[in-house]
């Protein structure tokens, strides 16, 4: 589960939950996006008011790195790292049986955000 709190008051603000555990870092930028990955291969952006999911998209193998934000050219950009494998995947795998033949992988993927 991801879980978005006012740190101020301890009150839950919103709730993300996942089919599985999450491994992945949550990146939370000045614009109000939140990005996480998940253990089935989806990268995903939240509404960080809310906890609307904004964006989805499937890179093929599982997450458990940290996303980071850059700029470049007065462009902001999102890296995502995605690779499913090592102690983590096996560890799952006995777990969560369906992971067991999740793909691998060793990749990095940069999205550019929209400009407004």
């Given at each position: 589960?991801?879980e978005a709190l006012d740190?101020?008051?301890?009150?839950?603000r919103?709730?993300?939950?996942?089919?599985?555990p999450?491994m992945?870092?949550?990146?939370?930028?000045?614009?109000g996006?939140?990005?996480?990955?998940?253990?089935?291969?989806?990268?995903?952006?939240?509404?960080?008011?809310?906890?609307?999911?904004?964006?989805?998209?499937?890179?093929g193998?599982?997450?458990?790195?940290s996303?980071?934000?850059?700029?470049?050219?007065?462009?902001?950009?999102?890296?995502?790292?995605?690779g499913w494998?090592?102690?983590?995947?096996?560890?799952?795998s006995?777990?969560f049986?369906?992971?067991?033949?999740?793909?691998?992988?060793s990749k990095?993927?940069?999205?550019?955000?929209?400009?407004?």
């Amino acid at each position: 589960m991801l879980e978005a709190l006012d740190v101020q008051t301890g009150e839950i603000r919103w709730q993300y939950r996942s089919k599985y555990p999450m491994m992945a870092s949550v990146l939370a930028t000045g614009g109000g996006l939140v990005l996480t990955g998940d253990v089935e291969g989806n990268a995903l952006a939240f509404d960080a008011a809310n906890g609307a999911v904004l964006w989805t998209f499937n890179t093929g193998s599982g997450h458990r790195g940290s996303p980071i934000t850059y700029a470049l050219g007065g462009k902001q950009y999102i890296a995502v790292p995605s690779g499913w494998g090592g102690v983590a995947a096996r560890g799952f795998s006995r777990t969560f049986p369906a992971l067991a033949d999740a793909p691998g992988g060793s990749k990095l993927f940069v999205f550019g955000l929209p400009e407004e």
